[in-house]
C-alpha cells in the first residue's frame, strides 16, 4: 500500500511540475515580441529519498523555482552601448538642425575649402548677390534700377545673415529643451527605478531572484536611463541596486540607494548636477552628452564664424565705401555681428554713392566695394577672418558638414555594434519561437505520461482496495 500511496504522490508531483513548465512556456511564447522581457525556465529538482522496507525511494520530481536567463554582464554591456549610441545620435541631430538652419545643403562628400562645399543658396547665395550687384552698379553708377536692386541685394545680405544666426540661436535653445525633457525623465525614472527596487526587496526578502517580471521593469528602466546619462549598477544581497553617477575626479554620485532616491538631477544652463550635494556630473555618454557637446561645439563654432564674417563685412564694406571718414558707411558701424549687421537708416537709392564726391560716372567707391570680393585677408594682419568671403564661409560651413559627416558614421558604427551586443544577449535571454514550441511538445508529453501513470496506479489502487477481498 505505502508503495501505491508514494507512487501516486510522486506522479502528482511530477505532473504538478510538467504543468509549471508548460505555463511558463506559454509566457514565453507570449512574450516573444517583449524587447523588455528575458525567456524563463523552469528548474526541476528530485524531491529527495528516504529508506524503505523494500530499501530506498524516491520521493519524485517537483519544480523548484522558475529561473530567468539573464547575463549582467552582458545587460551592463548594452547600457554601455546604448548610452553611446544615443550621445552620437543626439550629437547628429544637433548638427542636422543646424545645417537646415543655414537655409542650404552641404556637400560633405566635396574635398574642397571653398564655397564649392556649399550650396547654391542661403548666405553664400547672397554674398554672391551683393557683391555683384556693386559690380553692376560700377559698370552703371546712374542708374536707377541698379541702385534700387543694390539695395535690394543688401537687405537681402542682411536678412540672411541675420536669419541665420537667429535660426542657429534656435537650435541652441532647442538642445536646452531637450536636456530639460532628459533630465525631467531622468527624475522620473529614477523615482520609478527606486519604486521597483523597493517592491523586489519586498517580494524576495524570503525567496530570492523570485520577482523576475519586477527585474524586467527594473532592467529595462535602467537601459532608459542609460540612454540619458551614464550610470553604474550594483548589485546588493536583497535583490536591489545601487545606480550611481561619476563626478569629474572620478568619485561616486549616489543617485538610487536601494529604495530611496539621492537627491534631484538638474540642468544648470553648462552642465548637469545630481545627488544630495548638486556635485556636477562628468558626461561620458547619453543623450545630455550628445546635445550639449553639438550645442558648445560645432554650432556654437558656427555662429562665433558666423559673427567674424559679418564683422569683416561691416568694417571692409564701410571702409571701401566711405574712405575718408566724412560721407556716411553702407553698413551701421555698431552692427558688428550676424545677429545686428544692418544697413545705415538713412541709406536709399537717391543716397546710395558709386564715388566718394566725383564727378558723374565716377565709380570708385562702387568698384572698390566690388573688389572685396576677390580680396584675400588674413587674420595675422589683423582682419577677422583668413581667405576671401565666400572662400571662408565655405570654410565654416565645411566645418559643419566635415561634423555632421563624423557624426553620420559614429552613429552608424555604434548602431553595428549595439545590434551585436544586443543579438549576444538575445542568444541568452531572447524567446526563440522554435525552442519554445519545442520545449512545449515536450512538457506536453511528459504531462500525459505522468497522468497515463497516474491512471495506471488508480486503478491498481481500486484493485487493491475495492475488489482484492473479493
Do not use: C, W
Not at 296 to 303: C, E, F
Request: charged share 20%; hydrophobic share 40%; aromatic share 4%.
Amino acid at each position: 500500500m505505502s508503495g501505491l500511496y508514494s507512487s501516486i504522490n510522486a506522479t502528482v508531483k511530477a505532473i504538478t511540475a510538467h504543468s509549471r513548465a508548460i505555463e511558463i512556456a506559454g509566457k514565453n511564447l507570449a512574450n516573444v515580441n517583449n524587447p523588455e522581457y528575458a525567456r524563463q525556465r523552469v528548474v526541476f529538482g528530485d524531491r529527495g529519498t528516504v529508506i524503505t522496507p523494500q530499501g530506498a525511494e524516491s520521493l519524485g520530481i517537483e519544480a523548484l523555482a522558475v529561473q530567468q536567463l539573464r547575463d549582467a554582464l552582458l545587460d551592463r554591456q548594452v547600457m554601455r552601448e546604448v548610452g553611446l549610441r544615443s550621445a552620437f545620435a543626439a550629437e547628429q541631430q544637433g548638427y542636422q538642425r543646424a545645417q537646415a538652419g543655414l537655409g542650404q545643403s552641404i556637400d560633405r562628400t566635396s574635398g574642397a575649402a571653398e564655397a564649392g562645399a556649399v550650396g547654391n543658396a542661403g548666405l553664400s547665395a547672397a554674398i554672391d548677390g551683393f557683391f555683384n550687384s556693386f559690380q553692376s552698379f560700377a559698370a552703371r553708377p546712374t542708374d536707377d534700377g541698379e541702385r534700387q536692386t543694390l539695395l535690394q541685394k543688401a537687405g537681402i545680405l542682411t536678412d540672411r545673415f541675420q536669419l541665420t544666426d537667429s535660426r542657429l540661436a534656435q537650435v541652441q535653445t532647442d538642445l536646452n529643451s531637450q536636456i530639460g525633457d532628459d533630465v525631467a525623465g531622468i527624475n522620473r525614472l529614477l523615482g520609478t527605478i527606486a519604486e521597483l527596487n523597493s517592491q523586489i526587496g519586498r517580494f524576495e526578502i524570503n525567496a530570492p531572484g523570485t520577482a523576475i517580471d519586477l527585474r524586467d521593469q527594473r532592467q529595462a528602466r535602467l537601459e532608459e536611463l542609460a540612454a540619458k546619462m551614464p550610470v553604474e549598477i550594483r548589485d546588493t544581497p536583497t535583490g536591489q541596486v545601487e545606480v550611481v553617477a561619476k563626478d569629474a575626479g572620478g568619485s561616486d554620485i549616489v543617485l538610487v540607494n536601494l529604495a530611496v532616491v539621492q537627491g534631484t538631477v538638474a540642468f544648470t544652463g553648462t552642465q548637469i548636477t545630481a545627488g544630495s550635494g548638486a556635485t556636477p556630473v562628468a558626461l561620458s555618454s547619453g543623450s545630455i552628452k550628445g546635445a550639449l557637446t553639438a550645442r558648445d561645439g560645432a554650432v556654437q563654432t558656427l555662429r562665433d564664424d558666423l559673427d567674424k564674417l559679418a564683422q569683416q563685412f561691416v568694417t571692409s564694406v564701410n571702409t571701401a565705401y566711405n574712405p575718408a571718414g566724412t560721407s556716411g558707411n553702407f553698413f551701421n558701424a555698431t552692427g558688428t555681428t550676424a545677429g545686428s549687421i544692418s544697413l545705415v537708416n538713412t541709406l536709399t537709392a537717391a543716397t546710395l554713392k558709386a564715388s566718394d564726391g566725383g564727378p558723374a560716372g565716377d565709380n570708385a567707391v562702387a568698384l572698390a566695394v566690388a573688389q572685396l570680393a576677390t580680396q584675400a585677408f588674413s587674420v595675422s594682419g589683423g582682419d577677422q577672418i583668413d581667405g576671401t568671403f565666400s572662400g571662408f564661409f565655405g570654410k565654416t560651413v565645411s566645418k559643419l558638414g566635415q561634423a555632421l559627416a563624423g557624426a553620420n558614421a559614429r552613429v552608424e558604427d555604434q548602431n553595428n555594434i549595439e545590434r551585436l551586443i544586443r543579438s549576444q544577449r538575445d542568444s541568452v535571454s531572447g524567446v526563440s519561437l522554435d525552442e519554445e514550441v519545442a520545449d512545449l511538445m515536450k512538457f506536453q508529453r511528459a504531462f500525459q505520461a505522468s497522468s497515463r501513470v497516474f491512471n495506471v496506479l488508480d486503478e491498481l489502487l481500486d484493485l487493491v482496495v475495492n475488489r482484492l477481498g473479493t
